[in-house]
């Protein structure tokens, strides 16, 4: 059976703060090694006040050194908002504390509105049209030091920290196939390109001294429960927390409710659904059989699971249910 692995956002809660945001990251991390998870990724957002991980680098070290064995990283940094040289030696640093444990995934998005992305970027139309040679750059300065380099990361240099390419569009499908890198599509919140993505991603990969052959993973929002009932409930908060995204009003993570009945529009409902198309959410049987089929429809080598749960035990809990479904279709 494929590995799974968790995207964390470290949530802010209705009533909470980022400091218990940041502890409850570290927490979920520890019951995902404990379970059997492959690893944990952290992701950058910018300006958001549901989400604490801003500062990835730091929030991986924070859930690394909290942990022994699971594999701790970025899905992802936002690369066009940093300088190659840069990541190179923070990703370096975080390798040299927690060795044989550290990824980067990187994505090319700003991950944050445009206002914010401006201050971020200051250059917003160069610092995306450099993305394939900022991807480059930063191989090079986490290989090995070559004869007459000019620039040498330190920390960083010969650190080889395995590099993900992260998209929701066909964009990097063709880089990571181009440079043989893994590739992560994020479709738990970006349905629509995926199968064909995947396609490209792996009719155009060429081997490479990262990878051999193409290597996919596939994300989904996920809850799972003791009920479907209890999943679905759980589940309003991540659908209350994505309508108010779209009416550009992004708050704390709101707290579950019986009903979404008169908290969307029509409109925002079939919007929402839509983009949480391959969302896992209900009982054990449920979770099981809805992952079966996600897996059977991508073909994917790994799941990445985002758990958007407001209660912090019943996160846990969810991540429990979910390693044992993953155990039930092993056997």
Same mark, same amino acid.
């Given at each position: 059976?494929?590995?799974?692995?968790?995207?964390?956002?470290?949530?802010?809660?209705?009533?909470?703060?980022?400091?218990?945001?940041? +502890?409850?990251? &570290?927490?979920?991390?520890?019951? =995902? /090694?404990?379970?059997?998870?492959?690893? @944990?990724? %952290?992701?950058?957002?910018?300006?958001?006040?549901?989400?604490?991980?801003?500062?990835?680098?730091?929030?991986?070290?924070?859930?690394?050194?909290?942990?022994?064995?699971?594999?701790?990283?970025?899905?992802?940094?936002?690369?066009?908002?940093?300088?190659?040289?840069?990541?190179?030696?923070?990703?370096?640093?975080?390798?040299?504390?927690?060795?044989?444990?550290?990824?980067?995934?990187?994505?090319?998005?700003?991950?944050?509105?445009?206002?914010?992305?401006? +201050?971020?970027? &200051?250059?917003?139309?160069?610092? =995306? /049209?450099?993305?394939?040679?900022?991807? @480059?750059? %930063?191989?090079?300065?986490?290989?090995?030091?070559?004869?007459?380099?000019?620039?040498?990361?330190?920390?960083?240099?010969?650190?080889?920290?395995?590099?993900?390419?992260?998209?929701?569009?066909?964009?990097?499908?063709?880089?990571?196939?181009?440079?043989?890198?893994?590739?992560?599509?994020?479709?738990?919140?970006?349905?629509?390109?995926?199968?064909?993505?995947?396609?490209?991603?792996?009719?155009?990969?060429?081997?490479?001294?990262?990878?051999?052959?193409?290597?996919?993973?596939?994300?989904?929002?996920?809850? =799972?429960?003791?009920?479907?009932?209890?999943?679905?409930?759980?589940?309003?908060?991540?659908?209350?927390?994505?309508?108010?995204?779209?009416?550009?009003?992004?708050?704390?993570?709101?707290?579950?409710?019986?009903?979404?009945?008169?908290?969307?529009?029509?409109?925002?409902?079939?919007?929402?659904?839509?983009?949480?198309?391959?969302?896992?959410?209900?009982?054990?049987?449920?979770?099981?059989?809805?992952?079966?089929?996600?897996?059977?429809?991508?073909?994917?080598?790994?799941?990445?699971?985002?758990?958007?749960?407001?209660?912090?035990?019943?996160?846990?809990?969810?991540?429990?249910?979910?390693?044992?479904?993953?155990?039930?279709?092993?056997?």
């Amino acid at each position: 059976m494929i590995p799974f692995s968790i995207l964390d956002l470290s949530p802010v809660v209705e009533g909470g703060t980022v400091a218990q945001s940041l +502890a409850n990251s &570290r927490r979920l991390a520890q019951e =995902a /090694e404990a379970q059997g998870y492959r690893r @944990v990724w %952290l992701a950058e957002h910018h300006g958001m006040r549901g989400i604490a991980s801003a500062a990835t680098s730091l929030v991986i070290q924070h859930v690394a050194a909290g942990t022994k064995s699971i594999r701790v990283g970025a899905g992802g940094i936002m690369l066009p908002n940093h300088s190659p040289l840069v990541i190179a030696e923070q990703f370096g640093t975080l390798e040299a504390l927690f060795p044989g444990r550290i990824d980067l995934g990187l994505g090319r998005a700003p991950g944050t509105d445009m206002l914010t992305a401006r +201050a971020l970027r &200051r250059n917003m139309e160069a610092s =995306a /049209e450099n993305f394939p040679q900022d991807v @480059v750059d %930063l191989l090079a300065l986490l290989g090995p030091v070559q004869p007459n380099q000019k620039i040498v990361a330190v920390p960083g240099a010969d650190s080889n920290v395995p590099v993900w390419l992260l998209g929701s569009s066909h964009y990097s499908a063709h880089l990571a196939g181009m440079l043989g890198l893994p590739f992560a599509f994020a479709s738990h919140f970006a349905p629509d390109m995926l199968l064909s993505a995947l396609q490209i991603y792996r009719e155009r990969f060429q081997p490479s001294q990262y990878l051999d052959k193409p290597q996919v993973m596939v994300g989904v929002m996920g809850v =799972a429960a003791e009920t479907d009932e209890e999943g679905r409930y759980h589940f309003t908060s991540m659908q209350q927390s994505f309508v108010a995204l779209r009416r550009g009003a992004p708050t704390a993570f709101p707290p579950p409710v019986e009903s979404m009945e008169g908290l969307w529009s029509e409109q925002e409902k079939i919007m929402v659904e839509h983009t949480l198309q391959y969302a896992v959410v209900g009982g054990p049987d449920t979770a099981r059989d809805q992952i079966a089929r996600f897996l059977d429809l991508t073909k994917a080598d790994e799941l990445i699971i985002s758990m958007p749960v407001f209660d912090m035990e019943a996160r846990l809990k969810s991540v429990r249910l979910f390693a044992e479904a993953r155990a039930a279709l092993a056997a």
